[in-house]
């Protein structure tokens, strides 16, 4: 039981600094936890881990592959949402970023990073006409009157 107490204040001190954007720290005690081999750890475990190894080891498809699981693991995790979309941008999957940002914010509408990865990634808006397709000279002129009526650009 000595072990699970002494992994777990592990697992916490290294997701803290990976919060606190210490990757470098953070993952060398993610790293001590993921040597040992050790099964059915929490997916923010892995969702830190996978965004850590994708930033600073370059490790970007194994990176996904630990979000991912994070997810499916721990799906009413917000944390675990927004390192996959951090993790998907590395990966230059644009679209699986705004999704995964888009799942996570159904968890948790108020999540700060979320919110600041929503702003950053900018969010298409509706069709101004939704019954005809977005490429529809409509819809974009339209869409761009809307964008400057609305003084965005």
Same mark, same amino acid.
């Given at each position: 039981?000595a072990?699970?107490?002494?992994?777990?204040?592990?697992m916490r001190?290294?997701?803290?600094?990976? #919060?606190?954007?210490?990757?470098?720290?953070?993952? #060398?005690? =993610?790293?001590?936890?993921?040597?040992?081999?050790?099964?059915g750890?929490?997916?923010?475990?892995?969702?830190?881990?996978?965004?850590?190894?994708?930033?600073?080891?370059?490790?970007?498809?194994?990176?996904?592959?630990?979000?991912?699981?994070?997810?499916k693991?721990?799906?009413?995790?917000?944390?675990?949402?927004?390192?996959?979309?951090?993790?998907?941008?590395l990966?230059?999957?644009?679209?699986?970023?705004?999704?995964?940002?888009?799942?996570? =914010?159904?968890?948790?509408?108020?999540?700060?990073?979320l919110?600041?990865?929503?702003?950053?990634?900018?969010?298409?808006?509706?069709?101004?006409?939704p019954?005809?397709?977005?490429?529809?000279f409509?819809?974009?002129?339209?869409?761009?009157?809307?964008?400057?009526?609305?003084?965005?650009?």
């Amino acid at each position: 039981m000595a072990a699970s107490a002494e992994l777990l204040t592990t697992m916490r001190r290294g997701i803290d600094c990976c #919060r606190r954007g210490d990757w470098n720290e953070g993952l #060398r005690y =993610l790293g001590q936890i993921a040597e040992r081999g050790d099964t059915g750890l929490p997916g923010i475990f892995y969702s830190y881990l996978g965004y850590g190894i994708a930033l600073r080891e370059q490790r970007v498809r194994e990176g996904l592959k630990l979000c991912r699981h994070s997810v499916k693991v721990e799906f009413y995790q917000a944390d675990n949402y927004l390192n996959l979309a951090r993790t998907c941008l590395l990966a230059r999957q644009r679209s699986g970023a705004v999704r995964a940002v888009r799942d996570g =914010l159904k968890i948790d509408p108020h999540h700060a990073g979320l919110l600041a990865l929503q702003r950053e990634l900018g969010v298409r808006g509706r069709p101004m006409l939704p019954f005809l397709d977005r490429a529809h000279f409509l819809n974009q002129f339209l869409g761009r009157l809307r964008h400057t009526l609305r003084g965005d650009g």
